[in-house]
């Protein structure tokens, strides 16, 4: 059974940090790309980063220069790191798995919630 899980989020004031984990099991784990995705009520989700297996990193231009993507192989973990947080940060932050050979499958964790608020 494949289980993404996410950690981390909370309620965090503007200029602030915060620091999420998406554990994977039930995959292997170099076969995916692993991605977080967020949304915001009324709005669309959207890809904030993505690492590949490879380790090629892709971020939305929003929050490039304000979070830190990395994966540890050996813990099935992915890290996002994200500082001088803004309340438009505020949504619920979605860690997605993509599989990178034959035959393609994608998986998506439960969410956590991130809010931005003084």
């Known amino acids: 059974q494949v289980q993404l899980v996410e950690s981390g989020g909370g309620l965090v004031q503007p200029g602030g940090s915060l620091r999420l984990s998406c554990a994977a099991s039930?995959?292997?784990?170099?076969?995916?790309?692993i991605g977080w995705y967020r949304q915001a009520p009324g709005k669309e989700r959207e890809l904030v980063a993505d690492?590949?297996?490879?380790?090629?990193?892709n971020f939305v231009d929003s929050v490039k220069g304000r979070i830190m993507l990395s994966r540890d192989n050996a813990k099935n973990t992915v890290y996002l790191q994200m500082n001088s947080l803004k309340p438009e940060d505020t949504a619920v932050y979605y860690c997605?798995?993509?599989?990178?050979?034959?035959?393609?499958?994608?998986?998506w964790g439960q969410g956590t919630q991130v809010t931005v608020s003084s």
């Open positions: 039930g995959i292997i784990f170099l076969d995916y790309a």
């Open positions: 997605h798995a993509r599989r990178e050979v034959f035959p393609l499958y994608n998986y």
């Open positions: 690492i590949t297996s490879g380790g090629s990193i």
